[in-house]
């Protein structure tokens, strides 16, 4: 095995599939899917579309996660959300036939399917249920990207940012034997340039604020491998 | 076959997505109205009771950001709300409000939804919709990073205008 995950090339065998928002589909339309999806692993950094750039398909990401990103007029990259396995990128610009809204880059190696506009309207016009899952996710970004919105406008602190982030996070735990019952070991595959980019400030800042978690042994960094040892603190530091 | 016209036939969003014969079933449950300025259409918070098809006149979106309302759009004729709250149940962001005489169809969310239960094909048009609100929240997003970034992040609050 050349990734650190298994290729998942056909979505009827796919064991994540229940658990995912796009892809639970009826037979019928996974058969579709089969026929007209393309697969492919991409490495860390790789763009899968651009900000701008006139749609011409939509990616499942299958595997990894991939940060979607636009810039500021001053040429700053900033961070509007991290996508997670399962979610459809690019679905806005496919459906409405507008340009890309974000650019999305891959975080870590990951697989993704993808499926020209063309034909993922036809499918979309074709199977009612992709139809029903599409919109299913669209409300969900749309309340994320209210809710960011929100947390914009409310968090004034770095720490408060930074102490919600790793929360957020760490509602994915990773599985480590021998951890205390109280920790929780969250992956970070983020560079502190690009939790600055995603919490809107400098990585000086971050350093520094991920320091004073650690001398007050609230985590501990040990490479992407994060453990939260005083989820209270972190609980306490936000206020919204 | 010759399908009678309806009254909010004239390119609305949903409209435009659907043949003939659903817009024809839609329009048995159409009721139209005029409303004044100021009038709230849809209210942020409280889930709506239909679908609100603005035919003609302008209203204003406004997002209740905790310490202030932004301002997040104007929309004119053809723009469809309450299209989220409708099939999903969630709550509504914004306010919509009429900025002058508005001439405005509703189609009641019981109703809608039952045509949508026969219909599943109806999804494609409802994703185009929540398709377009996503792309304003997300340009709003996108507006508030900016002006956070531009301000730094100890900076005073994004200030929008009201």
């Known amino acids: 095995m050349a990734y650190n995950f298994k290729i998942i090339e056909d979505c009827l065998k796919c064991t994540f599939r229940e658990q995912r928002l796009f892809c639970d589909l009826s037979r019928e339309a996974l058969l579709k899917l089969q026929n007209i999806k393309a697969t492919s692993v991409y490495p860390k950094g790789a763009l899968l579309c651009l900000e701008g750039q006139p749609p011409r398909g939509v990616f499942v990401l299958c595997t990894g996660r991939a940060k979607l990103s636009t810039t500021s ?168 | 076959m010759n399908t009678p016209p309806l009254q909010s036939e004239s390119a609305n969003e949903l409209y435009a997505s659907l043949p003939p014969e659903l817009r024809t079933e839609l329009a048995h449950y159409e009721q139209s109205v005029t409303v004044p300025e100021g009038t709230n259409l849809i209210k942020r918070g409280v889930l709506p009771d239909q679908l609100v098809i603005v035919n003609s006149g302008k209203v204003e979106i406004t997002f209740d950001c905790v310490r202030e309302s932004v301002s997040v759009d104007c929309a004119a004729e053809g723009k469809v709300f309450g299209m989220r709250a409708v099939v999903s149940g969630e709550l509504p962001e914004a306010d919509v409000t009429s900025q002058e005489s508005c001439h405005v169809t509703l189609i009641p969310r019981n109703a809608f939804l039952g045509v949508v239960r026969q219909h599943p094909q109806m999804y494609f048009a409802i994703a185009k919709i929540l398709s377009s609100d996503l792309v304003m929240a997300q340009r709003l997003l996108k507006t508030s990073l900016r002006r956070r970034a531009s301000k730094g992040a100890g900076g005073p609050l994004v200030r929008w205008p009201h």
């Open chain 1, 73 to 240: 007029s001053e040429g700053k990259s900033m961070i509007l959300r991290i996508a997670e396995p399962g979610e459809v990128l690019g679905l806005t610009a496919a459906v409405s036939g507008t340009p890309y809204e974000a650019t999305v880059e891959t975080l870590e190696t990951s697989q993704a399917n993808f499926i020209s506009q063309t034909e993922f309207l036809r499918f979309l016009q074709d199977f009612p249920d992709v139809g029903l899952r599409v919109a299913r996710q669209l409300t969900h970004n749309c309340k994320c990207a209210y809710g960011e919105i929100r947390s914009l406008a409310l968090s004034n602190s770095v720490p408060e940012k930074l102490a919600k982030l790793i929360l957020q996070w760490a509602e994915h735990p990773l599985e480590m034997p021998g951890k205390r019952p109280y920790e929780t070991a969250i992956r970070v595959t983020l560079t502190q340039e690009e939790i600055a980019q995603l919490t809107g400030t400098s990585r000086e800042t971050v350093s520094r604020v991920l320091s004073s978690f650690r001398k007050k042994s609230w985590i501990k960094v040990k490479g992407a491998t994060w453990t939260i040892l005083n989820r209270q603190a972190l609980e306490g530091l936000v206020t919204t």
